[in-house]
Nanobody
Framework: VQLQAFGGGLVQAGGSLRLSCVAS????????MGWYRQAAGNQRELVAA???????TNYAASIKGRFTISRANANTMFLQMNSLSTEDTAVYYC?????????????????????WGQGTLVTVSS
């Protein structure tokens, strides 16, 4: 499975961006998907995760209420980011896991993800 993230860029504080993640290859094996981010000098952190059926989601406290994760289908995921602040500046990575699990189970531990995209840079200017 290969993951490719799109949609990063430069935006002013208060603005919005929509990230997309598309999986190719053995897409039928994808279960849970998630977005992580890594700012310069910081560790990679969970932004949001979504279950295979799209029903269950999990958000980091720092972005709750501003970001929305969704899935169009088994191999396409989005992250709608509103009210962006300079603290949201980071490289955003999409991830997917392929372990058998309940379709409404959400994974938040990065070690449990099998596949990672290359990252897309989001820069928020003040």
């Amino acid at each position: 499975v290969q993951l490719q993230a799109f949609g990063g860029g430069l935006v002013q504080a208060g603005g919005s961006l929509r990230l997309s993640c598309v999986a190719s290859g053995r897409r039928f094996s994808i279960n849970n998907m998630g977005w992580y981010r890594q700012a310069a000098g910081n560790q990679r952190e969970l932004v949001a995760a979504i279950s295979k059926n799209g029903v269950t989601t999990n958000y980091a406290a720092s972005i709750k209420g501003r970001f929305t994760i969704s899935r169009a289908n088994a191999n396409t995921m989005f992250l709608q980011m509103n009210s962006l602040s300079t603290e949201d500046t980071a490289v955003y990575y999409c991830a997917a896991d392929s372990r058998p699990r309940s379709p409404d189970q959400v994974v938040i531990t990065p070690a449990l993800y099998d596949y990672w995209g290359q990252g897309t840079l989001v820069t928020v200017s003040s």
